[in-house]
């Protein structure tokens, strides 16, 4: 790789804490190590960020990603929206700051599929200003699956100590089990080897595989979702990926606690605060999420909106950096493969 990747960032939602922690970042003299960084959004709401924040930054605009310069204490923003400033109102989203939050991401979607970025790394949206642009997609990942043609794809929580993949997402508990699957946990425990290896490196993964039940079921104690759905899915992986240390079901009490000493490279998790509880406790400011199966690297914050807290210059950039950081690598491993 003769230059340093190229990674498209998107505002995020222009009524939350988005463009300031963007601001933030790439004020930080760690938004131009090993990275080329780019913002797409809305240049009104990026300049009053600036201003809100009171990070000596430089905006220049660009008409496209070749003019951009890259160079510190620059934000280099290719514009996709003209919002004036009385149209961004903290926390109170309308139609007009949706589209704009939507055109930053399919923007930045179609130049990480053209090869004009390397990557791309979302700031934090909220679904309602989705539905109220007219979106028929509640988030980023689907979204960009759709715009991508991804028909497999999951959610990763990562940092450096912990990485946790979710079998399951945004659904009641009492709906997880109807939902799990010999074949869909095998499904993801397979894309998560093959991410491993792919995006992040790791020649030979180790995959933790948490229990759904207590003690992972206590030999059908507690249930026995564990050797009914679980361990045949395992069975199936071993089998698919002889290069990976695949566990057994494991006590979910244990297992996050040995991955975060080193044991496993990642958990797959049964249902979503499973492995979301243990992620934040680890990784609350320097958590990332990547979304795996998708044709193009994609990196985001784990943290949403703040309405509570926009515009009055409290948000931490912690996790927008974990993120750019993130992509970069991603697309180091992947070019070098």
């Known amino acids: 790789m003769t230059q340093l990747p190229l990674l498209a960032l998107t505002m995020g939602d222009p009524c939350g804490i988005g463009p300031e922690i ?11 190590e090993n990275m080329r960084p780019l913002l797409v959004g809305d240049e009104a709401t990026m300049a009053r960020a600036v201003e809100t924040t009171g990070v000596p930054l430089t905006i220049r605009t660009v008409s496209s990603v070749s003019e951009a310069r890259f160079t510190p204490g620059t934000m280099d923003l290719l514009p996709v929206s003209s919002l004036a400033p009385d149209e961004v109102v903290p926390g109170a989203p309308t139609a007009r700051t949706g589209q704009a939050m939507i055109d930053a991401i399919t923007r930045s979607v179609d130049l990480a599929l053209s ?9 934090p949206i909220h679904k309602v200003a989705m539905k109220l642009a007219g979106s028929e997609f509640h988030g980023h990942t689907e979204l960009i699956a759709s715009r991508t043609r991804a028909t497999e794809f999951a959610m990763m929580m990562a940092g450096d100590r912990l ?37 992040f490196g790791v020649e030979s993964p180790r995959i933790g595989v948490a229990g759904l039940n207590p003690h992972a079921g206590e ?3 507690f249930g026995d979702e564990e050797s009914r759905l679980i ?12 290069e990976c240390a695949i566990s057994d079901p494991l006590p979910p009490d244990t297992v996050f606690f040995k991955a975060a000493e080193g044991h496993y490279d990642a958990v797959v998790c049964m249902y979503h605060d499973q492995g979301l509880i243990p992620f934040k406790m680890v990784h609350f400011h320097d958590g990332v999420n990547t979304t795996l199966g998708l044709p193009i690297i994609r990196t985001s914050v784990d943290h949403g909106t703040a309405y509570d807290i926009a515009w009055k210059n409290i948000a931490s950039e912690g996790s ?17 493969r």
């Open 231 to 242: 361990a045949p899915a395992v069975e199936t992986a071993r089998a698919l990926h002889p």
């Open 320 to 336: 927008l950096l974990s993120a750019m950081h993130m992509a970069a690598m991603q697309a180091r491993n992947r070019i070098r």
């Open 219 to 221: 030999e059908g104690l």
């Open 22 to 32: 963007a601001a933030k970042a790439f004020h930080s003299p760690k938004a131009h």
């Open 115 to 123: 090869g004009e970025c390397d990557a791309m790394v979302t700031g």
């Open 163 to 199: 990485k946790v993949v979710l079998v399951t997402i945004h659904i009641p508990l009492q709906e997880v089990v109807r939902q799990l699957t010999p074949a869909k946990i095998t499904d993801l425990i397979s894309l998560t080897a093959r991410s491993l290896t792919e995006r």
